[in-house]
């Protein structure tokens, strides 16, 4: 909780000063809160017995009291107080889930800002489920977080102020309070950070079922396992809104125990009272202001008692959620140059994870206009030697020249390399937009996009035809084209492509080679592929075997 207190405080200065403003409205509500609680006790009396109060001492001043102007004060201050308190609260919504936007979209620029290694690591639904959901309850915990400095302050307030009418009976009533809540949150500390885990945990596999059975609905048609897939979500939905229902009881029970607790007392309290003859207006008033303020006051602390509750609740998806706000975004430094050779010189790579050598001293050099094969066997690291040259993956040691100029790895040109990967991703949106890489329509040059269609064999398509979801409505070649139209339309000098015929048949292979043989015309292109027939079109073909690269002539 503190952790999350001291990242909002820290956030930007408007968001403290909002913070800051919240809290001393708080502070005036506790005051009108104290003095409706400080007017029911003439009142009381006064209506008990009308004459029993002449004159009224509060703090330093007296007053001269009948029961409608008591009534007037009491039905001012209870107004004041709950107007106060309903602006509080819109306030507090308001603020919390303004943060909670601002937080949720500083998380996904920080994930796109993260190195592509880190975000390999994670999954599609866990990102999915980190940003959508998880933030909904960073949101939740940030209202709840409110809410509990908020009824603090109310609480002090009122408690102060009871123990100035009596202090013997607030500290009896307050003690025994206190000392039930910190039993309570004793007795669920470890139930609640059991639910947190089971909340966070299910509702990263339930982003995770809905995936595999969206991705999976052939196989699950065709071979009837529908049982199969409901029952895993089924299991993991029942967990997760188990947990946020005990959750939730955890948060809410202890009020019940406690006012029963109070009524009782207050009953043997005024039992005594009546057997020792001690009953009489002024006591009335005395103990309708300890009721009533206790009405207030029971209300306010177990609000505190149940978003501390559900903060702890959330806690590994706050934890989740804090781990993407933090770091800074590092962005390269744009550079434009006119591409005419590069060298890569003692290329030297491990995996982090498994802390295996894939490329060791590794030499190549290519210059403007060459056409680039490089095959090898599953594993070598084909598709790892592309991301290095990309950009995506920074190796331990590599000595990079372009143009016959060292280059630190991490501020290459921004016009010089283009990544195409094995499989195109296609959003939901028509041609244009999935080859622009553009949702605005109207920032694309609609002419550009018709000469690249027909350049890419693509002419037959309508630019403003809409693509569906992962792109189900094109063709595997049709979507391989689109990805080289992306790189053409980015006016990249050199065209990176990961397997681009692995996934197609001998005609479309056809197609596509002859098309590579078109643009090499006019752009560099670098190819990994475990085939043959695409390396024809190469002038330079490298193979990768035991962590070197060496030339290769297949022909």
Request: with cysteine; charged share 20%.
């Amino acid at each position: 909780m503190f952790k999350l207190l001291s990242f909002i405080l820290n956030f930007n200065k408007k968001t403290k000063l909002v913070f800051f403003g919240i809290i001393f409205l708080n502070i005036f509500a506790s005051l009108a809160e104290i003095i409706s609680i400080g007017v029911v006790i003439p009142f009381l009396s006064l209506l008990i017995d009308p004459d029993s109060i002449k004159n009224f001492t509060f703090l330093p001043f007296s007053f001269s009291l009948d029961i409608l102007i008591v009534s007037f004060l009491f039905i001012t201050s209870i107004l004041i107080s709950s107007l106060l308190r309903v602006f509080n609260l819109y306030l507090t919504t308001q603020f919390s889930f303004k943060i909670a936007s601002d937080l949720s979209l500083k998380m996904y620029e920080n994930f796109l800002s993260r190195s592509f290694l880190e975000i390999k690591n994670f999954s599609s639904n866990h990102i999915v489920d980190l940003i959508l959901n998880k933030s909904n309850q960073l949101s939740m915990s940030l209202m709840m977080l409110l809410n509990v400095i908020s009824s603090a302050i109310i609480s002090i307030g009122i408690i102060f102020f009871l123990v100035f009418i009596n202090p013997f009976i607030a500290f009896v009533i307050f003690g025994l309070c206190t000392i039930f809540y910190l039993f309570f949150t004793w007795l669920g500390k470890k139930y609640l950070v059991k639910y947190s885990e089971d909340t966070a945990r299910e509702s990263n596999n339930l982003s995770r079922h809905l995936e595999e059975g969206y991705g999976l609905i052939r196989e699950i048609k065709t071979n009837d396992m529908y049982e199969v897939f409901f029952n895993k979500f089924s299991i993991s939905d029942k967990l997760m809104r188990r947990s946020m229902g005990m959750t939730q009881f955890l948060s809410q029970y202890p009020r019940f125990l406690i006012e029963g607790f109070i009524v009782v007392g207050l009953i043997i309290f005024i039992n005594i009272l009546l057997n020792n003859n001690l009953y009489n207006s002024s006591l009335i008033g005395l103990i309708g202001g300890f009721v009533f303020g206790m009405q207030r006051l029971l209300p306010v602390v177990q609000n505190a008692y149940g978003s501390y509750s559900n903060i702890k609740g959330y806690q590994d998806s706050i934890e989740a959620c804090l781990y993407f706000l933090t770091g800074s975004i590092k962005k390269k430094d744009k550079i434009s140059i006119d591409f005419q050779s590069l060298s890569v010189n003692n290329l030297s790579f491990k995996t982090a994870e498994t802390n295996i050598q894939i490329f060791e001293n590794l030499t190549f050099n290519l210059k403007k206009g060459d056409c680039v094969g490089i095959i090898g066997k599953s594993g070598t690291g084909k598709t790892t030697l592309l991301e290095i040259l990309s950009g995506l993956i920074t190796p331990q040691k590599m000595d990079l020249f372009i143009n016959n100029k060292k280059h630190n790895h991490q501020y290459e040109p921004d016009n010089l390399f283009f990544y195409i990967p094995q499989h195109t991703f296609l959003f939901r949106g028509n041609i244009s937009q999935n080859i622009a890489l553009e949702f605005d329509s109207k920032k694309i040059d609609n002419k550009k996009i018709k000469r690249i269609l027909f350049d890419v064999d693509l002419d037959d398509l309508d630019p403003k035809k809409m693509i569906t979801h992962r792109g189900e409505n094109v063709s595997v070649g049709q979507a391989q084209r689109i990805g080289i139209a992306r790189a053409i339309y980015a006016n990249k000098q050199i065209l990176i492509m990961d397997e681009p015929t692995s996934a197609l048949d001998k005609k479309t292979e056809e197609k596509f080679i002859k098309l590579i043989s078109r643009i090499k015309e006019r752009s560099t292109i670098i190819m990994a592929t475990h085939k043959i027939e695409p390396l024809k079109v190469c002038n330079k073909i490298f193979r990768i075997r035991n962590k070197k690269i060496e030339k290769f002539d297949p022909f």
